[in-house]
C-alpha cells in the first residue's frame, strides 16, 4: 500500500508554470510506475503523463506534449510534473497515481491539487 499527496497547485495566468508534487508513504515507490491525470468540471478524467520505476521510460498526453515534464526522485519518494506555458485548457484537479509491473490501470490516487489557469 502506499498513500499519495499531491501539493503545488493554484491560480496562474495563461503563459506562467507551475510545478507539482507528489510525494508518496507507506511503501518504496522503486517498484512502481507512477502517472499524473487529471479531471475537468463536466469531463472525463484525462491521462497526462507517466514514468518508469527508472525513469527511463516517460510518456505524456497529446494535449501536454512539450509542455509538461514527468520526473521522479525514488530515494524522497517524490514525483514531479513541471508545468509550463499553461493555457486555460489546463484547468483541472490533477492526481498523482501508481500502479505495480501487474497491473494495467492505476491503483493508488491521491486527493487531487487544483490548477486554476485564467486567460
Known amino acids: 500500500q502506499v498513500q499519495l499527496v499531491e501539493s503545488g497547485g493554484g491560480l496562474v495566468q495563461a503563459g506562467d508554470s507551475l510545478r507539482l508534487a507528489c510525494a508518496a508513504s507507506?511503501?518504496?515507490?522503486?517498484?512502481?510506475?507512477m502517472g499524473w491525470l487529471r479531471q475537468a468540471p463536466g469531463k472525463e478524467r484525462e491521462f497526462v503523463a507517466a514514468?518508469?520505476?527508472?525513469?527511463?521510460?516517460?510518456t505524456y498526453g497529446d494535449s501536454v506534449k512539450g509542455r509538461f515534464t514527468i520526473s521522479r526522485d525514488n530515494a524522497k519518494g517524490m514525483v514531479y510534473l513541471q508545468m509550463n506555458n499553461l493555457k486555460p485548457d489546463d484547468t483541472a484537479v490533477y492526481y498523482c497515481?501508481?500502479?505495480?509491473?501487474?497491473?494495467?490501470?492505476?491503483?493508488?490516487w491521491g486527493q487531487g491539487t487544483q490548477v486554476t489557469v485564467s486567460s
Open positions: 497515481a501508481a500502479h505495480t509491473l501487474l497491473q494495467s490501470t492505476y491503483s493508488y
Open positions: 514514468i518508469g520505476w527508472n525513469s527511463i521510460i516517460t
Open positions: 507507506g511503501r518504496t515507490i522503486n517498484t512502481l510506475f
